[in-house]
């Protein structure tokens, strides 16, 4: 069932996307302090792939080289989107409601194997994590994670996206033990690309096409002239 923007709460740090903050809210919900705990850790993996901090390379981050001040940010925020309700065992202290984190760090990459580039090796061992969870948790984050993926997924295939071939692939990266109902259904592409500002990013690449061929096409008449 599709959500409306209207009828959805206003996200606390746009950056990271709604499917964060629905698995923040998640979290939250979850009674056992170890695995929301847990939870929470994988969360912060999700929010180190997607932070706008982090550049576009052709390796993926590598988080054991990345500073203890990026790793801070990313739990302040975590706990700032979670508007102080999530009770977890954080490495650093929680933040206080008046404090703003603005601290910028630069990030060291390195080489890993991974199944699907498109979404990187933290998103894959994130996947692996929750694939040991109970299967009501386990379901419950694989929706929320089946839509991240095809959130990534249209940032490098800009064009259409097969949502079975998500299914499948998460089902694959989980070793088959995230099995998602057979009437669910993933976020429209349209209602993706209207959300969390991936209408930017996804309409960009396209307007590049659209010059690229533009410039070919005043090449060709230039030369017929």
Do not use: C
């Not at 209207?194 to 930017?200: E, T, Y």
């Amino acid at each position: 069932m599709l959500e409306y923007n209207t009828a959805r709460n206003q996200l606390a740090i746009k950056e990271y996307g709604r499917n964060v903050q629905k698995m923040i809210e998640y979290a939250i919900s979850i009674k056992d302090r170890q695995k929301r705990t847990e939870t929470a850790k994988a969360i912060i993996r999700v929010m180190a792939e997607i932070h706008p901090d982090t550049k576009e390379n052709n390796n993926q981050p590598n988080p054991h080289n990345l500073s203890m001040d990026y790793w801070r940010k990313l739990w302040d925020h975590l706990i700032i989107i979670s508007n102080y309700r999530l009770d977890v065992d954080s490495p650093f202290p929680k933040p206080e409601p008046e404090e703003k984190i603005i601290q910028k760090t630069q990030h060291q990459y390195g080489k890993s194997r991974i199944t699907f580039r498109t979404y990187g090796r933290n998103i894959e061992e994130i996947i692996k994590n929750v694939a040991q969870y109970p299967i009501p948790q386990r379901e419950a984050m694989g929706k929320i994670l089946a839509n991240h993926l095809k959130k990534l997924y249209l940032l490098y295939n800009r064009n259409t996206v097969n949502d079975d071939l998500i299914i499948s692939q998460l089902k694959e990266l989980s070793d088959g033990k995230i099995v998602l109902p057979e009437d669910f259904q993933l976020f429209s592409t349209k209602d993706i690309m209207k959300s969390n500002g991936n209408a930017h990013y996804i309409q960009l690449g396209s307007n590049k096409k659209m010059n690229k061929k533009s410039r070919k096409k005043k090449r060709k008449q230039s030369a017929t002239n």
